[in-house]
């Protein structure tokens, strides 16, 4: 079993950064694949991110490449997301998330079994 609990959002002005973070409890942290999520009113959950249990390989969404950064801690079992270039279409709730496949995370996150409670990300245009 793992919880997960994000923080890190808020309010940012356009071409801000953010940076979110996921702390996980359970002594398996560093067996699952850790990533976010997010989803936007009214739009289906979009996967954004995702880290290997070594840290070492990193998945991410085709609307991210250069602007997010995905990584992790398995000695203080946290992960984190580092935004820069904060769009308005980046607004949404930022979900963390852990599994045990990284394909899970990409092509079916219905069945990704452990979530966190979400963190409000605002960007203001």
């Known amino acids: 079993q793992v919880q997960l609990v994000e923080s890190g959002g808020g309010l940012v002005r356009a071409g801000g950064s953010l940076r979110l973070s996921c702390a996980a409890s359970g002594r398996t942290f560093s067996r699952y694949v850790m990533g976010w999520f997010r989803q936007a009113p009214g739009k289906d959950r979009e996967f954004v991110a995702a880290v290997d249990w070594s840290g070492k390989s990193t998945y991410y969404g085709h609307v991210m490449p250069g602007r997010f950064t995905i990584s992790r801690d398995n000695a203080k079992n946290t992960m984190s997301l580092q935004m820069h270039s904060l769009q308005f279409e980046d607004t949404a709730v930022y979900y963390c998330?852990?599994?045990?496949?990284?394909?899970?995370?990409?092509?079916?996150?219905?069945?990704?079994?452990?979530w966190g409670q979400g963190t409000q990300v605002t960007v203001s245009s």
């Open positions: 998330a852990a599994d045990s496949s990284p394909t899970n995370f990409m092509e079916r996150w219905s069945t990704v079994p452990y």
